[in-house]
């Protein structure tokens, strides 16, 4: 159930195997109405990416957010993609008996070593997040060592 939501509930990985949908019931249960509601932090987004010769091509699945809520860096070959969003509503008037789309706070982080800072280029168009990132000319550095 948790793969039909945009933004995924846990990681996949070794300590969430097998526990997943209690976690989820659990989860929507407490939602809304404990004092701690469960952490955004294992919450994430959906990203595709492609090698290409000369450059990287990252695409990120971001229904309903906004450019002024997305933040890119590129440092030192980590890419850092980080998404802040929350939802202002005014009208008291609604009663929620549910309610998962007020704040959500999410990023990823990719290693691409090669990766040349100098001219990435970003854009969102129709909740679709495309980064392409040139890398960096490779020099062969070896050298060869003759034998006496």
């Known amino acids: 159930m948790a793969g039909l939501i945009p933004f995924n509930r ?5 300590m ?6 209690f976690s989820n019931m659990i989860d929507d249960f407490f939602t809304g109405s404990w004092p701690l509601q469960r952490s955004l932090a294992a919450d994430t987004f959906k990203i595709d990416i492609q090698d290409n010769d000369t450059e990287y091509t990252i695409e990120a699945e971001l229904p309903g957010v906004k450019k002024e809520d997305v933040e890119i860096t590129l440092n030192e070959g980590r890419l850092n993609i980080s998404v802040e969003k929350e939802e202002v509503s005014e ?3 609604k009663k929620y008996i549910h309610r ?4 959500a706070q999410m990023s990823r982080s990719i290693l691409l070593a090669d990766a040349n800072e100098e001219s990435v280029q970003a854009k969102l168009e ?6 392409k990132v ?4 490779q020099v062969d550095t070896s050298k060869r060592i003759m034998i006496e």
Do not use: H, M
């Open 134 to 137: 040139p890398k960096k000319e």
């Open 16 to 21: 969430n195997t097998g526990f997943e949908d």
């Open 126 to 131: 129709e909740g679709v997040l495309t980064i």
């Open 10 to 14: 846990k990681r996949n990985d070794v």
């Open 91 to 93: 009208n008291k008037s």
């Open 100 to 103: 998962e789309r007020k704040y």
